[in-house]
């Protein structure tokens, strides 16, 4: 009867503890336990924004952070900046998650970034946002979030909003599968996009070399190739996506691209001052401040 009874227990127990991982990871996407601190006004705002999509067959969303004084200076024109990301994320996620209103106010103050029209893009395929898969972000069988991405979407912002035209004031980057996806699309898109970068993200895919950055990037013309400037970075923690970056750095000083590439304490994980939402954070400065650099550049 003891036993019986201990058992019971045991399944409830196991039951709940189940539930509880279920809704963790699957309903709330499994949040970061110790989130970056916001501030509670940069002046910034995030706003989520819908078009009619050619490519995906449906009303898809992106969110949109204008600069300061955009509403002011309405003859001034500015650089773009997508953002891709991860698996069981959205268009919301750099905003909620990743506190890039933060980022961006600490960067556009320091002057390491110029003032610049900020996009997240929805990146999620067909199937919808899960924790079991990475988005598709290219043409497949699941939508064609390429064409999307790199060349329908680039269209609506260039007639919606005030940006530079040339692809050297454009650039694409994101985190983990994002990352992964930033060079997949960019790649392609260099009519579109002059900048690349990834954090912690991976450049060889399961479904074939013909999505994977690491073959797409030796197929360049020597033209493109000069144009391209591309910064990378992966989490020591992050063993498996560290060496794809590490392979991916090694292939683009052999093709002679512009490029940085850092190694940094911590990685994906759910809790830790260098770790999951907090590594992205932190290290969107660094990205955005190479993009800054790349902006000035051409400006001067």
């Not at 990301?85 to 106010?105: I, P």
């Not at 530079?164 to 898109?189: D, M, T, V």
């Not at 260099?190 to 990834?198: A, D, G, T, W, Y």
Request: aromatic fraction near 12%; charged fraction near 20%; avoid cysteine.
């Amino acid at each position: 009867m003891k036993i019986s009874k201990f058992l019971i227990s045991l399944v409830g127990a196991i039951a709940l503890l189940t539930s509880a991982g279920y809704y963790y990871v699957f309903i709330l996407g499994a949040p970061q336990l110790d989130p970056p601190k916001e501030e509670a006004d940069t002046g910034l705002k995030f706003q989520l924004a819908t078009f009619n999509s050619q490519a995906m067959g449906a009303v898809r969303n992106y969110g949109v952070i204008l600069p300061p004084g955009y509403k002011k200076n309405l003859q001034k024109r500015y650089p773009v900046i997508f953002l891709l990301h991860g698996g069981h994320d959205d268009a919301r996620a750099y905003a909620d998650k990743y506190a890039v209103l933060d980022v961006l106010h600490e960067l556009y103050k320091s002057g390491k970034l110029p003032p610049s029209i900020v996009i997240t893009p929805d990146g999620n395929d067909n199937r919808g946002s899960s924790p079991l898969y990475d988005p598709d972000y290219f043409d497949g069988p699941n939508g064609k979030m390429g064409t999307l991405i790199g060349s329908e979407l680039v269209q609506v912002v260039k007639s919606r909003y005030r940006t530079l035209e040339q692809p050297q004031f454009w650039a694409l980057g994101g985190l983990s599968s994002g990352g992964w996806g930033a060079l997949n699309i960019g790649l392609r898109y260099l009519n579109n996009f002059h900048i690349l970068f990834s954090h912690s993200g991976y450049f060889t895919d399961n479904s074939g070399s013909q999505n994977s950055p690491q073959q797409i990037v030796q197929q360049l013309s020597a033209e493109d190739r000069k144009q391209l400037r591309v910064y990378l970075d992966a989490g020591l923690n992050d063993t498996n996506l560290l060496a794809s970056t590490k392979a991916f750095n090694e292939t683009l000083n052999k093709l002679g691209i512009a490029h940085v590439f850092y190694a940094f304490p911590g990685g994906h994980g759910l809790s830790g001052a260098d770790i999951g939402w907090n590594y992205f954070h932190k290290h969107l400065k660094d990205s955005l401040s190479y993009v800054g650099e790349q902006f000035k550049k051409v400006k001067s």
